[in-house]
């Protein structure tokens, strides 16, 4: 089975409201990372988060690493954060990162 | 920011053609990494490099080849393409383990 489960796999917001992200491991893991995506672009990296809590500007990302989870809030959500977010899993034991299959967002007017 | 190039950024090639794609960083990252991207698998990896002349098998490496001939670049090899391998292929580096990944612009490739 998959090893990095997100939730949900799409989600409509109109703009303004809040958005949560949810991304569960079946393994262990070292760390976690968030990525965001446009429709045929490449990957930035929102945070990468080993543990704990982060924050950057109206993204925050929670991260329990002994509960193999981590979540990404979107508040006050804008039309350009439309797009996939992704996360990602270092797992323990070696360099590997294994992605899930992503958030498709999308934030309308 | 890192800046981590790839080429061809499209390419078109016929079943059991060999092709290669390259990738180039600048930022001097010891890891380096090539993924596939298709709908429904989120990104897989295929091949990574601890450093020049080093290259170790991802989770799919079947049908690729990888070659590492200095710390900046990084190359994916497909020696018989075949139609099955058409997708969005990501390079990427990092500066250590646990680091983010810093991801280039991708290249298409439809094999047919």
């Known amino acids: 089975g998959q090893q990095v489960q997100q939730s949900p796999t799409s989600l409509v917001l109109q703009e303004g409201e809040n958005a949560e992200l949810q991304c569960n491991f079946s393994?262990?893991?070292?760390?976690m990372q968030w990525f965001y995506q446009r429709p045929g672009g490449s990957l930035i990296s929102v945070f990468y988060n080993p543990s704990g809590t982060k924050q950057s500007g109206r993204l925050t990302s929670t991260t329990v690493i002994k509960e193999r989870r981590s979540s990404l809030h979107i508040s006050s959500s804008q039309i350009t954060d439309s797009g996939t977010y992704l996360c990602?899993?270092?797992?323990?034991?070696?360099?590997?990162?294994?992605f899930g299959s992503g958030t498709r967002l999308l934030v309308s007017p | 920011e890192a800046a981590v190039t790839q080429s061809p950024r499209n390419k078109v090639a016929v079943t059991g053609g060999k092709v290669t794609l390259s990738c180039n960083q600048t930022n001097n990252h010891n890891n380096m990494y090539w993924y596939r991207q298709d709908t429904g698998h989120g990104l897989r990896l295929i091949h990574y490099?601890?450093?020049?002349?080093?290259?170790e098998k991802g989770d799919i490496p079947d049908g690729y080849k990888a070659s590492r001939p200095s710390q900046e670049n990084f190359s994916l090899i497909l020696e018989l393409a075949t139609p099955s391998q058409t997708s969005v292929y990501f390079c990427?580096?990092?500066?250590?383990?646990?680091?983010?990944?810093?991801f280039g612009p991708g290249t298409r490739l439809l094999v047919l």
């Open positions: 490099s601890y450093g020049a002349g080093s290259t």
């Open positions: 990427a580096s990092g500066d250590r383990r646990g680091d983010t990944q810093y």
């Open positions: 393994t262990s893991l070292n760390s």
């Open positions: 990602a899993m270092e797992r323990t034991g070696g360099y590997k990162v294994v």
